[in-house]
């Protein structure tokens, strides 16, 4: 018996029909009250009873595998047999059309630099993986600055010398030695830095630089742009506050912070209670880092910013994970559609 039954389990998967009738027939021929299924199931009552479960399972098995292998070749004999054309529905709408969208990061960095273009600033590009003079020596960092250390920034094993750059800053270095001020340049890249992945810090994140070199650059100047950069990413009533703070490459240096996106300075639990939140860097650049640009400090003087665009991103759409921005989720790109 249960020799027949993977004899006919073969013998069916092999059936083929060229029209709906055929298959019509193999049906009749198997599936029908006197076809060879059920008469399987008729001498089903003379099998031994410590068989019967198994063989009863088989049966069951070869009955619905035998139904549906039919209904296939019915339903392929059917469209084999319609004219090639009628494959195609051409009266079918060709919408919905599913659209991309452009990643958050790109969105926010697109801003960004549309608003520095309106005030004049070009864009400039720097190589990814640099060398420590244009990231860290040109930039007044001395010898033994904590930023260098292993702990932040990867080296390439065989070059001590070549790393990858910890920060858009090195792009400042690059230009100036190329050119002359006036400079008004901005650098969106990306960075890297040693730390270990998680969802408030990442191996690799992107900064937008900018630098301004002429005569006379006070940084009366460096507070009006600031300004008006906060209130047109993130509306008229935006306020900014700068306070002292220390980088290597400016002098004075100052970090600013603008009133809480969310709360509008009040205070909440987005900006701590504070009403602020950081969004930035910025200074003077120090005369030392001018003139090993080869630029001269007692002609020209200039202001520096940079900032990082995952944590703008963040103050826009409130995205909880930085580990989302690198995940390629569509579900999380998706929510991006409408926005520019
Ligand atoms: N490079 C700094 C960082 O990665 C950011 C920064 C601060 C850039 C002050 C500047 C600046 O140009 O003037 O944290």
């Known amino acids: 018996m249960l020799q027949k039954i993977e004899q006919l389990m073969q013998e069916i998967s092999a059936l083929h029909a060229k029209n709906a009738q055929e298959a ?16 399987l199931m008729n001498d089903f009552r003379s099998v031994p009873a410590e068989l019967k479960k198994e063989v009863g399972m088989k049966i069951n098995e070869l009955k619905n595998f035998a139904q549906e292998r039919i209904n296939a070749l019915k339903e392929g004999a059917g469209e084999s047999s319609a004219s090639g054309s009628d494959a195609i529905d051409l009266t079918r709408t060709p919408y919905p059309i599913t659209l991309g969208s452009r990643h958050p990061l790109t969105i926010v960095k697109n801003e960004i630099v ?93 900064q937008v630089e900018g630098l301004y070199v002429d005569k006379n650059v006070s940084f009366t100047d460096l507070k009006q742009v600031l ?78 910013f940079g900032m990082g665009i995952e944590r703008i991103t963040n103050l826009k759409y409130q995205v909880k994970d930085l580990r989302m921005f690198s995940e390629n989720d569509v579900r999380f790109l998706d929510e991006f559609t409408s926005a520019r």
């Open 24 to 39: 019509e027939a193999l049906r009749i021929k198997y599936l029908s009250k006197k076809g060879e299924i059920s008469q």
């Open 227 to 304: 300004l008006l950069f906060a209130q047109e990413l993130f509306g008229p009533e935006t306020k900014i506050r700068l306070r002292p703070s220390y980088f290597p490459f400016t002098e004075p240096s100052a970090e600013m912070d603008v009133s809480c996106t969310i709360c509008g300075g009040k205070g909440c639990s987005m900006c701590k209670g504070s009403g602020w939140l950081e969004i930035l860097g910025c200074g003077m650049v120090d005369p030392a880092v001018l003139e090993a640009n080869g630029i001269d400090s007692s002609v020209y003087t200039g202001y520096a």
């Open 114 to 206: 549309d608003i520095f273009s309106r005030l004049g600033f070009t864009l400039a590009e720097g190589p990814e993986v640099e060398d420590d003079w244009h990231v860290y020596s040109s930039l007044n960092f001395a010898d033994d600055h904590p930023a260098r250390d292993m702990q932040d920034t990867f080296f390439v094993e065989a070059h001590p010398d070549i790393i990858l750059r910890s920060h858009t800053s090195s792009v400042q270095s690059r230009v100036m030695e190329a050119t002359q001020p006036p400079i008004r340049i901005l650098c969106p890249g990306r960075v890297y830095r040693n730390e270990a992945v998680s969802a408030r810090a990442h191996c690799f994140f992107h």
